[in-house]
């Protein structure tokens, strides 16, 4: 099973930025992508980047959002930027399609 650690997440003021990381222990090329489930909602799949480096968003991040993995050091990020209220969600990391399972995720709240 390949662990997923995600990090960087806090309390932040609309129109802020906050980095998250995501250290993943699988050596293999995976497209991998950022999902959040805010309370009450589905988790959903925002952002997305392939083995080379093709990336995709969902389209209420498109321009604010960019996702980004470092292979050698087997981490995933997503650099976020003049956040909304709507962005609060717990954010996690997995592949694309996702495996089974999932890391602990990492809190993003945003304050209006």
């Known amino acids: 099973q390949v662990q997923l650690v995600e990090s960087g997440g806090g309390l932040v003021q609309a129109g802020g930025s906050l980095r998250l990381s995501c250290a993943f222990s699988?050596?293999?090329?995976?497209?991998m992508g950022w999902y959040r489930q805010a309370p009450g909602k589905q988790r959903e799949l925002v952002a997305s980047i392939t083995s080379a480096d093709i990336t995709n968003y969902e389209d209420s991040v498109k321009g604010r959002f960019t996702i980004s993995r470092d292979n050698v050091k087997r981490t995933l990020y997503l650099e976020m930027g003049s956040l909304k209220p709507e962005d609060t969600a717990v954010y996690y990391c997995?592949?694309?399609?996702?495996?089974?399972?999932w890391g602990q995720g990492t809190q993003v709240t945003v304050s209006s």
């Open positions: 699988s050596t293999n090329a995976h497209a």
């Open positions: 997995n592949a694309v399609p996702r495996w089974p399972y």
